[in-house]
């Protein structure tokens, strides 16, 4: 019963390096999210994907691509990382049907980009 | 454009008083009001939901009330206690429809003090 695993918890990057951050979850939810939170900035949208084989931009798209797998995982990829993408990153998943649509977060996932 | 306003100061209080955080929002009629709780280096965890018709929701020592004429949620923690000591984040669900975006205010750290 582990709910939404990120991983990796930390990374250091350089700028220009390439990486992933994986999600999985094991709720059998429909939509999962990908969410950067900042100091002051709050959480803000990054991508997601409301059912399996879709993806659709968030608040703060640019620099970043994803990956809907399968039903269980959503990936997001920084093709050439940049300083201003050093936050903590959070994936999160919602079953998707009619009634409350609340979040299922995992523990996060902190980059930081020298 | 759409706003939510929670007081990114912290709010320290004793123990064994009423906490009340607020959230505020502007140009946005939101169908339900979310809040999180998220404690340091971990992902926000649900607490409780309130509909657009819905005046007040209870749960235990929380208390969420909900007024769209303000356009403000009231959350309050009942008899505090040390380990209510968190940041929390109230969300706005337009519509409640899966794939629809929560929007996330900057969240409110609370301190309980012995």
């Known amino acids: 019963n582990a709910g939404v695993t990120q991983t990796p918890k930390f990374q250091v990057l350089k700028t220009g390096q390439s990486m992933t951050l994986q999600c999985a979850q094991d709720m059998n939810h429909n939509s999962m999210y990908w969410y950067r939170q900042d100091p002051g900035m709050g959480l803000r949208l990054i991508y997601y994907s409301a059912s399996e084989g879709t993806t659709d931009k968030g608040e703060v798209p640019n620099g970043y691509n994803v990956s809907r797998l399968n039903k269980r995982e959503f990936s997001l990829r920084l093709e050439s990382a940049a300083p201003s993408q050093t936050s903590v990153y959070f994936c999160?998943?919602?079953?998707?049907?009619?009634?409350?649509?609340?979040?299922?977060f995992g523990a996060g996932s902190r980059l930081t980009v020298l | 454009s759409q706003k939510i306003e929670q007081n990114s100061e912290a709010l320290n209080i004793q123990e064994g008083k009423t906490a009340t955080l607020t959230c505020n929002y502007t140009n946005y009629s939101p169908a339900y009001l979310q809040w999180y709780r998220q404690d340091p280096g971990r992902g926000p965890v649900f607490l409780l939901l309130?509909?657009?018709?819905?005046k007040e929701k209870r749960k235990e020592r929380l208390k969420v009330t909900f007024d769209t004429t303000l356009k403000q949620s009231l959350f309050h923690i009942t008899a505090s206690q040390p380990a209510d000591s968190a940041t929390y984040l109230c969300?706005?669900?337009?519509?409640?429809?899966?794939?629809?975006?929560?929007?996330f205010g900057g969240g409110t750290r609370l301190m309980v003090k012995p």
């Open positions: 309130i509909r657009e018709n819905e």
């Open positions: 999160a998943s919602i079953k998707g049907v009619t009634g409350a649509n609340v979040l299922t």
């Open positions: 969300a706005l669900d337009p519509n409640n429809n899966a794939g629809n975006m929560l929007t």
